[in-house]
């Protein structure tokens, strides 16, 4: 297809782009080089000049912005006010107008394995090149399914929206496809996906779960006000360890023997979780009611 | 009476220094990066993946390559500027040695996957914590040389290093706000839309107020110093001095459009970042108009021509920049190559040339020498012309394409490239795969 090309032929271009500039980079290497052997470091250079004279309200004529060019102290507070302002009038409302983030009663917090998951997600940096924010478009919502609510985001430590799509957006990936469709394409994307630019994950086959950490990202998660229940934390790798049984088990039904314990499951928890929230029954858009 | 003193020109030859290593290290990394889009198994081991050497590439050319030559351009400039030495050897090495180790540490934990998972944040909590201290050791040392200086008046290029300093403290500070749950890994203390909206007002302003202003502050500097001439408007300079730093706060969500921010939120950042054209174009006129009568030097001087072009890239990506703001528009651009194009007209093109510009001006003069060889500099300065252009026309007509591909529909109303990849690989079983998973 001709954008196959287009694309292809951009990086391919871009590549190209980068090693001239690169080559021209190493010209000034070598430059700079020679002429620092031909010169020596004035490491201390001499300088002469008045003292400050003490400051003179006479002399304070000229132009009105001359006063603040004279207040280092006082250049630096006012910038400062100057560029709070923004900051303040736009990120306040937003943590305070309840409005803002309509609340949606079917989103809950993510089970342990799939916290998991997200931080595996995290880690890999799969938001380099995925977005999980399907936008209000015809064009979105065919491709993908649900545009994003603000409310289906409110568990999300950090967002992972993403800012570029090199591969597709994964908002409305969970139960899109089977467990074993991501097993095999985590190991080797093009084996489920001819063409696809994305790297493979072969170490979450080899690498094991760590889930001595799973108390302390629940609790940490509870702080911030995650509603888990408070016996939560106590149990939550039993309430994992089921769930990984689970998904071991429904692989096993398409002909893959899995180890529990492999990161790979966690992901696939993950990702069968994101954004499927809101496909269920009673999506409800409960706004609060005394706005 | 007279008093003599010296400048440390030792301080601005180590940051200079590091400068260009870390830029020719950096931009290794992107152009690995670049290769792993071209032919995936180039994505070499886990920790060598594109997903963990992207955000290396962006930290290292940001914090390391503009990071350090911002504080080269400033410890050279402000000494010169306020006829003092800087107030503190010590607090400059403690300065140097402190932002180098960051960078080491960003290098050894970025591929190893510690990571917070926000764009241009991603350093984990105990990195944030050592970039604020050595954050605060470069502000005093700052303000301790504005304070003992003597010269009254500060210059313009000084404005912008004390609104970069303040702007870029209160930014890392918010936005670094997590709970650790071990040494290596935390959780961004916001939650969803709110985290993404302080993300992005950190993120925008990580580009405003790290590879913006202080640049400014380095043009104003450098190019009347390169040209021999004064700046051309006085009272330009205090406006758009004034209004970029006030506008520039506000445009953070125009990288959230259509997204699910709130409406009013998303509307605040296009208008304000279309008003930041004028103060952006403000600063571009000061400074080509400031080699009016200077012209027939920049045909011959490599430091002008590389000041010219950076300026003009500076022009370009902020009259793209607001266009890009309008909803209309970013509805085509947002995820797209196109954005990629943006960025690497301000990377390589605004800041990689001021820097390429001032380091061919500062050597000779730090050693006492002439520059070995102009010709070399002139080589350099096509040879980066040429990387420019041919990274970054292709990708806007990539991501424009791109877009429509992913918009388009056929005449019965569905998908014309219903399989994602249609459209990047696309090739013909890939598509029918897909149509048959459906
Ligand atoms: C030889 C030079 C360079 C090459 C080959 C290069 C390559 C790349 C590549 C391949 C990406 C990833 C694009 C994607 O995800 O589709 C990228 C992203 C990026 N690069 Fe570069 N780069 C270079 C120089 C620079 C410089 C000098 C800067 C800044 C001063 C810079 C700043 C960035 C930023 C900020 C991003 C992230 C863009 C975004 O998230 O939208 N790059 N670069
Ligand atoms: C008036 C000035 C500017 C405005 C209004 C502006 C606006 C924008 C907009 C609308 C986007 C796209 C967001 C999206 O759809 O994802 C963007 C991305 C970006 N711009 Fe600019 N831009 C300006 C100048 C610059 C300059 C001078 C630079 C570099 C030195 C720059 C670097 C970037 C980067 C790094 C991104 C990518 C962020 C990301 O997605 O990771 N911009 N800008």
Same mark, same amino acid.
């Given at each position: 297809m001709d954008t196959l090309l287009e694309i292809k032929t951009a990086y391919v271009l871009r590549v190209i782009g980068g090693s001239v500039y690169l080559t021209g980079a190493f010209l000034m290497v070598y430059n700079v080089r020679k002429t620092v052997i031909s010169g020596k470091l004035i490491a201390n250079e001499d300088a002469e000049a008045p003292p400050l004279e003490k400051m003179d309200q006479a002399k304070e004529s000229g132009h009105w912005h001359r006063w603040i060019e004279r207040r280092p102290i006082q250049m630096l507070v006012i910038s400062l006010i100057v560029v709070g302002i923004g900051g303040v009038l736009e990120i306040v409302p937003t943590f305070l107008v309840k409005t803002n983030i309509p609340t949606i009663s079917s989103v809950k917090p993510y089970t342990p394995l799939e916290l998991h998951g997200r931080d595996i997600y995290v880690r890999e940096g799969c938001y380099t090149c995925h977005s999980q924010m399907v936008r209000p478009f015809r064009s979105e919502t065919e491709r993908y399914g649900e545009y994003a609510k603000a409310g289906e985001f409110v568990y999300d430590h950090p967002f992972q929206w993403g800012s570029k799509r090199t591969g597709p957006d994964l908002l409305r990936v969970g139960g899109k496809y089977p467990d074993s469709w991501h097993y095999y394409h985590m190991y080797d994307p093009t084996s489920m996906s001819p063409g696809s630019l994305m790297p493979p994950y072969m170490h979450m086959f080899e690498d094991l779960l760590d889930t001595t950490t799973t108390k302390r990202k629940i609790e940490a998660m509870r702080t911030m006000g995650?509603?888990?229940?408070?016996?939560?934390p106590a149990h939550a790798n039993d309430h994992l360890s089921a769930q990984q049984d689970k998904i071991v088990a429904s692989l096993k039904k398409d002909g893959i023997e899995a180890?529990?314990?492999?990161e790979i499951i966690a992901v696939i928890a993950y990702l069968q979780r994101v954004g499927t929230d809101i496909k269920a029954k009673e999506v409800v858009e409960a706004k609060p009611a005394n706005p | 009476m007279i008093e003599r003193f010296q400048y440390d020109n030792r301080i601005v030859k180590n940051f200079l220094f590091v400068t260009i290593m870390w830029g020719v290290v950096g931009m290794l990394v992107g152009l690995t990066a670049a290769i792993q889009l071209v032919v995936p198994s180039w994505n070499f081991a886990d920790w060598g993946s594109f997903g963990r050497l992207r955000p290396l590439h962006t930290n290292a050319v940001i914090f390391a390559f503009v990071g350090n030559a911002i504080f080269a351009g400033a410890y050279y400039s402000l000494q010169r500027l306020l006829k003092a030495r800087m107030y503190s050897d010590m607090l400059g090495k403690i300065h140097f040695w402190g932002w180098q180790l960051i960078i080491v540490s960003a290098v050894i934990t970025l591929p190893l996957g510690m990571t917070t998972g926000k764009e241009y944040a991603e350093l984990e909590w105990p990195i944030d914590i050592a970039i604020t201290l050595i954050w605060v050791v470069f502000g005093i040392n700052m303000m301790g040389t504005i304070i003992k200086r003597r010269e009254r008046h500060l210059y313009v290029a000084i404005w912008f290093y004390i609104a970069t300093w303040v702007t870029v403290a209160m930014l890392h500070i918010v936005n670094s706000i997590e709970l650790p749950i071990s040494m290596t890994k935390s959780y961004s203390w916001y939650a969803g839309v709110q985290d993404a909206l302080v993300q992005w007002w950190y993120g925008h302003n990580a580009v405003a107020f790290f590879l913006t202003t202080p640049f400014l502050g380095l043009m104003y500097y450098f190019l009347p110093k390169a040209a021999n001439r004064p700046v051309y408007s006085y009272k330009l300079s205090i406006i758009h001095f004034w209004s970029l730093i006030f506008l520039y706060i506000w445009a953070g969500p125009h990288h959230l459009?259509?997204?699910?921010?709130p409406e009013w939120a998303q509307s605040l950042g296009t208008v304000f970042s279309i008003m930041l054209i004028a103060p952006s174009w403000g600063g571009m006129l000061n400074g080509l108009l400031t080699l009016r009568g200077a012209w027939d030097r920049v045909r011959e001087d490599p430091v002008l021509k590389f000041f010219v072009v950076a300026v003009t890239c500076y022009g370009m990506a902020t009259l793209e920049g607001p266009l890009l703001s309008l909803k209309s528009i970013n509805a085509i651009a947002h995820f797209t190559d196109w954005i990629i194009a943006h960025v690497h007209i301000g990377g390589i093109g605004w800041n990689g040339f001021m820097i390429f510009g001032m380091v061919y001006w500062l050597v000779p003069r730090m050693y006492g020498t002439k520059l070995h060889s102009v010709k070399l500099a002139n080589a350099h300065f096509w040879l980066g012309t040429l990387g420019i252009i041919l990274y970054a026309v292709p990708l806007y007509f990539a991501g424009f394409f791109q877009s429509l591909m992913w918009k388009q529909f056929t005449p019965?109303? +569905? #998908?014309?490239?219903?399989? +994602? #990849?249609?459209?990047?690989?696309?090739?013909q079983d890939g598509l029918r795969t897909a149509r048959y998973r459906r």
């Open positions: 995650v509603p888990y229940a408070a016996d939560f180890q529990k314990e492999m | 459009l259509y997204s699910a921010l019965d109303g +569905f #998908l014309m490239y219903p399989n +994602f #990849l249609g459209h990047t690989a696309g090739d």
